[in-house]
């Protein structure tokens, strides 16, 4: 028999498969960002012999990386172009660039803490009304007049207020499910022992994680501010340090280069993290976070570390967001003094309830999101829930933190 095909077996289906009869979701993942959200998601899927699950990888500006990540979950892609061109039973996608082209319905996945950055275009934008971040805009939920999504997942019953004010249109296809970031750091909490020790860390020694969002206005984008303090004024027996960047900083200059910034950090024992490493045991590991307003150093706030901002741009930071809220409560970095002097100070002077407001505000389904999520999948797919709650494995240990502190001679070629 000849192959008259070259196209995926899962894109062509018919006798090429061996379990059939299956409804098809699409993940639809434009970076590596959003990849790690919606894993949340599809992993509720992956046990279910009714469905198959089918990965793209869809254009993007910060899409470097993507089937990098997607191959290291096991995970092979089929070519946007030929999952446009295919019938779907549901789609699932964190971002809304090329969504309105696919052939079935769409669930739209929020990612980050909230939703922090409004929308720079505002060409949308009603006389004198706010900028919307994306994930309540227009801009980002319709097409042509008609709403994209079948439905829309948010963290929090605010953002389905919001949504009221910003894009009433999509209100009918709104729900609220929590977030897994609330859930799964809250749910690791008892484990922090465990974390530190597989990181390498010492009986007295303290783990400092700085983290950064993308953009110019980010710890990154300010970092000759920063890196002189850690590497100057943080003995090495007392302190360990790991530094965490978006993903987007990666898939936006390439890795090549990022590593080749921060060469002296890892030469002098700062752990530079991956873009696709888990971030979140680190942050319940931590003693200290030094943060921006990202969503990182929001979901800091649920540790039980102490926390530090640098000075943030308030003009790009959605005024009722998360990072909003903890800009308000946490004390701010300070150039003029010792890096030493201030993490002792946030610590001694952190106190029981300080960020109680922006917790709070994170999640109003805490440890619900699995559940919600799932149940709003299979409605849209027509198809009974399995018999049994969600399995979410908890946060595996990370690796320890001298893998991450030693530059490696080829590391990033590819990028």
């Known amino acids: 028999m000849s192959l008259a095909t070259t196209r995926p077996a899962l894109i062509e289906q018919g006798h090429w498969l061996t379990v059939r009869d299956c409804k098809r979701v699409l993940v639809v993942v434009h970076t590596v960002t959003f990849a790690q959200r919606l894993r949340e998601v599809f992993g509720l899927l992956a046990d279910d012999l009714r469905i198959q699950v089918v990965f793209t990888a869809a254009p993007h500006a910060f ?137 390498g860390l010492t009986e007295g020694q ?32 007392r302190y360990r340090i790991a530094l965490s960047v978006h993903p987007n900083v990666f898939a936006g200059h390439g890795p090549w280069q990022v590593y080749g910034w921060l060469a002296g950090c890892r030469g002098r024992g700062i752990a530079v993290v991956p873009p696709e490493a888990d971030w979140q045991s680190l942050l319940v590991a931590a003693d200290w976070i030094v943060g921006d307003h990202g969503s990182l150093a929001a979901y800091g706030t ?61 999640s109003s389904a805490p440890g619900e999101f699995h559940r919600r999520m799932r149940t709003v999948v299979y409605r849209l797919l027509g198809l009974g829930e399995p018999a049994r709650p969600p399995a979410v494995a908890p946060l595996p240990p990370p690796p320890p933190l001298r893998q991450w502190e030693t530059p490696a001679e080829d590391e990033g070629a590819t990028g």
């Open 302 to 362: 649920l540790t039980e570390a102490a926390l530090l901002l640098t000075a943030g741009p308030r003009r790009e930071v959605s005024a009722y967001s998360p990072a909003a809220l903890l800009a308000a409560a946490a004390p701010v970095l300070s150039p003029l003094h010792p890096l030493a002097e201030q993490l002792e100070y946030a610590a001694r002077t952190r106190r029981p309830g300080q960020y109680d407001q922006v917790t709070a505000s994170l």
């Open 206 to 237: 303290r783990l400092v994680v700085v983290t950064s969002t993308w953009g110019p206005a980010s710890t990154f984008g300010r970092l000759d501010a920063l890196v002189p303090h850690l590497l100057s004024q943080l003995p090495g027996d």
């Open 63 to 199: 899409g470097a990386g993507v089937t990098q990540y997607l191959r290291g979950l096991g995970i092979t892609t089929v070519p946007w172009e030929e999952a446009l061109r295919t019938e779907f039973d549901l789609a699932l996608a964190a971002g809304s660039r090329g969504v309105h082209e696919l052939r079935c319905p769409v669930v739209r996945v929020s990612h980050g803490a909230g939703h922090i950055k409004p929308l720079t275009d505002t060409t949308a934008r009603t006389p004198g009304g706010r900028r919307a971040p994306g994930m309540l805009s227009p801009v980002h939920l319709m097409h042509e007049g008609r709403v994209v999504p079948a439905a829309v997942v948010y963290a929090h019953e605010r953002d389905v207020a919001e949504l009221a004010r910003t894009c009433p249109q999509a209100l009918p296809v709104a729900h609220v499910v929590g977030d897994p970031c609330v859930d799964r750091i809250t749910a690791a909490l008892p484990r922090r022992a465990d974390y530190r020790r597989a990181l």
